[in-house]
């Protein structure tokens, strides 16, 4: 079984920064496509980024690219999402994900039923 922790989420103005990693144990994250979800109150869970399992290939959801930037460190066995130029509309409950697979990285990468493993989350506020 593969566990997922996120941490790193916190109180932050309009724009500004802040990095959330995500750290696995149990199996290690090499193999595995990594997605980030947001879900913000009242909404449903929103796929925003997925990195392939080499990290050679990523996607971005409209609604961050150009602001936020996936990685991973697969010697860490962690991945990581950098939200930049973060705005009240960013703020959330925000989860890693991951499956082993680059398969749901190349369809799929954004449906929260293709992952297996899923961390608790870490909250994201943006406010002034």
């Known amino acids: 079984q593969l566990q997922l922790v996120e941490s790193g989420g916190g109180l932050v103005k309009p724009g500004g920064s802040l990095r959330l990693s995500c750290v696995a144990s149990?199996?290690?994250?090499?193999?595995?496509?990594v997605g980030w979800f947001r879900q913000a109150p009242g909404k449903d869970r929103e796929g925003i980024s997925c990195?392939?399992?080499?990290?050679?290939?990523?996607n971005y959801a409209d609604s961050v690219n150009r602001r936020f930037v996936i990685s991973r460190d697969n010697r860490k066995n962690t991945a990581y999402l950098d939200l930049n130029d973060l705005k009240v509309e960013d703020t959330a409950v925000y989860y890693c994900?991951?499956?082993?697979?680059?398969?749901?990285?190349?369809?799929?990468?954004?449906?929260?039923?293709?992952?297996?493993?899923w961390g608790q989350g870490t909250q994201v506020t943006v406010s002034s």
């Open positions: 994900a991951a499956v082993e697979s680059d398969h749901t990285f190349h369809y799929g990468c954004y449906d929260s039923d293709n992952y297996r493993y």
């Open positions: 990195i392939s399992s080499s990290g050679g290939g990523t």
């Open positions: 149990g199996r290690i994250l090499e193999f595995h496509t």
